[in-house]
């Protein structure tokens, strides 16, 4: 309860700044990575569902669709440099969007023009794999002796996609753990941003005439960034559903503000005259 007390003291509460001195660094730091902890734990738990959606629909439709793209029928060989398929070329393979598609012809030498009349993205040629790098067309090649030697068919793949189902039912708790690890990680690279934020916050304190040292301003920014981190993770949170966005700069502008608004009413209660 106490945690959530300094949250909010760290807000507003110019009682608790003017006390700021002389806390312990540890006491500051040790607020900040649990202030860090709640606004990933957060994030993550908002990813549940979108995490969960998505890849239950890239395991149950994408991975379907992509496996069966793949022709019963063929097989495709790479040896020495060299590919070989046991159909009539040239062949055709729709993807699973019904308007790309790769042709294999290993009987005709590349040639652009040859390629265009095929309409495809991709041409797996005699000695080479050449396809589209973007909307412009333009052509990359790549040397089928960097690729090694390997045969494919569909049996293989449907094999290769069934050792695999062990890792898809794990799929889920995996990404959430990664994005937990990476938020968090986030946070802490802002401890060296703070550095930079308390030397302006200890500017800020000069100009207002209030004594302090860089030390202490440190423990002040890891204090007054509450409200922006607050603020900044519920904008990236809710921003698929209501489109706010932030502006540049934001969170170091709102603490700013949190430091001259305590402070500033800290030396308004201070020139208050007492009553006789």
């Not at 005709?108 to 495809?120: P, R, V």
């Not at 973007?134 to 002796?145: P, T």
């Not at 100009?207 to 202490?216: A, D, E, F, R």
């Amino acid at each position: 309860m106490n945690f959530f007390n300094n949250i909010l003291s760290s807000i507003y509460n110019p009682k608790f700044y003017k006390s700021i001195p002389v806390l312990s660094f540890r006491f500051s730091i040790v607020y900040y990575l649990l202030l860090s902890l709640l606004l990933t734990t957060i994030w993550v738990l908002s990813l549940i569902i979108p995490v969960k959606n998505g890849t239950e629909a890239f395991i149950n439709n994408i991975i379907p669709e992509t496996v069966n793209a793949y022709p019963k029928d063929l097989e495709i060989s790479i040896k020495d440099g060299v590919a070989s398929t046991n159909v009539q070329e040239p062949y055709i393979i729709t993807l699973p969007n019904a308007y790309d598609r790769i042709v294999i012809d290993t009987l005709t030498s590349f040639n652009q023009e040859q390629f265009d009349s095929y309409n495809a993205i991709g041409w797996l040629a005699r000695d080479s794999i050449y396809f589209r790098t973007n909307h412009k067309g333009e052509i990359r090649g790549i040397d089928l002796k960097q690729v090694g030697n390997f045969k494919i068919n569909r049996n293989l793949i449907d094999n290769f996609i069934r050792e695999l189902s062990p890792i898809f039912k794990i799929a889920t708790p995996v990404i959430l753990t990664a994005a937990f690890i990476g938020i968090y990680f986030i946070y802490l690279l802002r401890l060296f941003q703070i550095l930079i934020l308390a030397l302006l916050i200890y500017l800020i304190l000069r100009v207002m005439k209030i004594k302090s040292t860089y030390g202490n301003s440190y423990k002040v920014a890891l204090h007054a960034i509450t409200l922006g981190l607050i603020i900044e993770a519920f904008l990236s949170i809710s921003h698929p559903i209501y489109s706010i966005n932030g502006f540049p700069f934001m969170t170091t502008l709102l603490t700013v503000l949190v430091v001259v608004a305590n402070y500033k009413s800290r030396k308004l209660s201070a020139k208050r005259p007492r009553k006789k």
